[in-house]
């Protein structure tokens, strides 16, 4: 049997290992040993580049789920304060027109039925309460009675309604915003018990409502730079 005889049976019953150790080790022909250990090493390359690609893909894949998750993460937080905000608004707004407890009417007691019933049609109250008015001895009486009892129900829906949405988006929310928030809403939430109170109970002890006119809109203010600090992300 000649070399290429050989050569070809080593190919076909000899492992690519033990071929690979003759190579190196010179048993076989130095033509041969190189031709196989490039095609070994060129196919040992090419496994290693199909790994490292999918590795790289798989990183990708990875790094743009992160960003995703990122970006939708800061849409949803954005969203969020920016609801939470509104609402606080709304809830301060309603507030801060019970806490004042300030109405201008015209003098009812001047007025004839049909003028009066007029007027109470511009006024914000229920029709049952525009017919408790008229029925009232003292109509001006029992319209700023009505009044200032819409106003505070009006505020505590107010309070209620942004103290939920708070709740729901509070994943949303940084801690130390929705600490500043909670703040703020736990005076007005404060203010709006004490006016509740008084009509029933006459004189409160607490000082709620006159903490919230005096400090009021400084502390709103100061809740607005918080939170466009946290929107924009610059400072200002």
Not at 35 to 56: E, G, I, P, V
Not at 198 to 204: L, N, T
Request: net charge neutral.
């Amino acid at each position: 049997m000649n070399w290429p005889d050989i050569s070809q049976f080593l190919l076909q019953t000899v492992s690519g290992a033990v071929l690979t150790a003759l190579a190196f080790i010179g048993l076989a022909p130095t033509k041969l040993g190189e031709k196989f250990l490039n095609h070994h090493l060129d196919r040992k390359l090419a496994a290693l580049r199909h790994d490292q690609n999918l590795q790289t893909e798989e990183l990708r894949a990875k790094l743009a789920h992160v960003s995703d998750r990122g970006i939708r993460s800061n849409e949803k937080e954005f969203r969020a304060v920016t609801a939470a905000w509104e609402h606080i608004v709304d809830a301060y707004t309603a507030t801060m027109r019970c806490a004042i407890a300030y109405s201008q009417f015209s003098d009812l007691r001047s007025l004839s039925d049909d003028e009066t019933r007029r007027y109470l049609e511009t006024c914000e109250l229920s029709d049952q309460q525009r017919e408790e008015i008229m029925k009232a001895n003292d109509r001006a009486k029992a319209l700023l009675r009505y009044t200032e009892v819409n106003q505070i129900n009006a505020a505590g829906l107010a309070i209620f309604n942004a103290q939920r949405l708070i709740d729901k988006q509070a994943i949303f929310i940084p801690d130390e915003l929705l600490a500043s928030f909670e703040g703020m809403m736990k005076k007005l939430r404060a203010a709006q018990v004490q006016r509740a109170i008084e009509p029933h109970y006459g004189a409160y002890d607490g000082k709620d409502v006159e903490r919230l006119l005096l400090d009021g809109e400084s502390e709103r203010g100061a809740l607005l730079k918080i939170v466009r600090q946290r929107i924009f992300r610059n400072g200002k």
